[in-house]
């Protein structure tokens, strides 16, 4: 079963990752790094990637005659996705397991962040149910 | 350019790698070894046989290119042992490999078995047994299974060798287990050849060619575990069923790789000869008395099969058969496709009354299908609005793709049917 790990985090909030002190974000890195090996390590990984901040997000739409309308820039939207996984794993457990360890990966100080991570299954073929 | 291989060498190769693996696994002990000194043999196979013909015993060639290759493997670490002067091995290499490359009493059909059961050790878990049973049985590439299941190859090269280690950390010997540990490990082999066939036979999602390359496999694992178990009528059961179900996949998606249900199917796309054996082979399976769970399924997939058209389904039968297997197994989704047997036989009501008790199942607390039979149920009662509701709830509950749009195409035609036409 694959799921998709979304860390979302508010603007503003507690993952201002460009405001924190060299060590601190080193080791923050160092940590998603890692973890990202890990899960390669495991056969678990399908994808991971970390996304350039709202402040350099653009909202588009098509407009009438089909061409992109953009809006934006939004520094200030309320919430915003920092980065994902995919990850394909045996069951939703192990799934929110490793939620849970990127959840603690350490900010400023070294704390752990225990950011909020939205842990959704990914669509694929007919569920596999027959008795 | 060396010529190629004839498609007659290609199968060839492909059904005596995992025999030559398993010869060579039971004389080095070494999983990963053994593996690549018996890739390093097929290639060799694959640029000489077209030119110097295929040999008159194919098997013993090939054992025998992939012994002296780790023979050569095994002299190169000793002798680097010897001149770092740490340890000398107390059995010398050469005493390994005294036996003669060929032959040493054991058939390499059995190799191939004990293999298979290997690979689907109980210790791993169900996707890497299936990865590993791929790539040694199957002689699938590691980019090939990696496509199958829609993960990047360095993700599934990983699954692959952790799955070795484990096998080789669990220290399980490399010979058929013992009468006692059969049943055990035969019902894993079968769960696992069953699940690889379900992998495969899912509808339209990714590319579609290498999804039914895995069932494809799955049955041929299947007919060769048979034909080392012919008495197993479980065995049996289980290429019956695969056999009944593959037969139908022409009808089972249109076009678009949209699903198409059981009573709307194509039924003259159904394949006749994958049914005719599948019936013969779970004729006789039944007939032996001790009764599994796979051959129901199969013994279920062959009244459907049977019926030229839907309507003339023996649901009765079927509804039969539900209640034998749901004495069998305590699974809720038995007991779902038992109540819609009864709808079928007694009508929806009784149907839908038989759904009240699933409702207090944990395992099914939010679970589309359940949804999905009472929607369906419902249709049938005359009540569209609830209906609606229900294919509705399903679809948002699914995390199938196809089953989603099928579903929210069942309630918008109820949505559509309730008003009044346009103008």
Known sequence: MKYILMMNTPGGGPYQVAQWPQQDLKAHIAFMMGFAKKLGESGELVAAEGLAGPDQAQRVRAGQDGKPITDGVFPESKEFLAGYWIVDVESPERAYEIAAQASAAPGPGGAPLNMAIEVRQVMSGPPKDLP | ?????????????????????????????????????????????????????????????????????????????????????????????????????????????????????????????????????????????????????????ATMAQRISRAKQSIQASGVPFQ?????????????????????????????????????????????????????????????????????TDARRAARTGPAGELIPLTEQDRSLWDPRAIAEGIALITTALSKGAVGAYQLQAAIAAVHD?????????????????????RLSDNPMVALNHAIATAMVHGPAAGLELLKALDADARMVGHHRLDAVRAHLLERAGDSEAAITHYKRAAGRTTSLPERNYLLTQAARLSDARKPPPR
């Open chain 2, 1 to 153: 350019m060396p010529p190629s291989l004839d498609t007659h060498a290609e199968h060839l190769l492909r059904d005596l790698a995992p025999q030559v693996l398993g010869a060579v696994i039971r004389r080095f002990h070494d999983f990963s070894a053994s593996e690549d000194a018996v890739q390093e043999a097929l290639i060799a196979a694959a640029t000489q046989w077209p030119r110097e013909g295929v040999p008159s015993d194919p098997g013993a060639w090939l054992i025998q290119v992939a012994a002296r290759r780790l023979t050569d493997h095994v002299r190169a670490e000793a002798a680097r042992r010897h001149r770092e002067a740490i340890v000398v091995s107390l059995v010398p290499p050469e005493q390994q490999i005294a036996l003669a490359a060929d032959h040493d009493g054991a058939s390499g059909r059995d190799d191939s078995l004990i293999l298979l059961f290997m690979c689907c050790h109980p210790a791993l878990s169900p996707s890497s047994a299936i990865a590993l049973t791929l790539r040694a049985v199957g002689g699938l590439t590691t980019a090939e299974i990696a496509k199958a299941f829609l993960v990047p190859e």
């Open chain 2, 306 to 326: 049977e019926a030229a058209r839907a309507e003339d389904t023996d649901w009765p039968q079927l509804l039969a058969l539900y209640s034998l297997l749901m």
């Open chain 2, 176 to 244: 058929m287990p013992t009468e006692e540990e059969r049943a055990q490990r035969l019902g894993a082999v079968m769960h696992v050849l069953y699940l690889m066939f379900n992998e495969g036979y899912t509808a339209s999602s990714g590319p579609e060619l290498h999804r039914s390359d895995l069932s494809g496999e799955a049955l041929r694992l299947t007919r060769m575990l048979h034909s080392h178990l012919p008495d197993d009528a479980e065995a049996a059961g289980l290429l019956a069923l695969m056999l009944l």
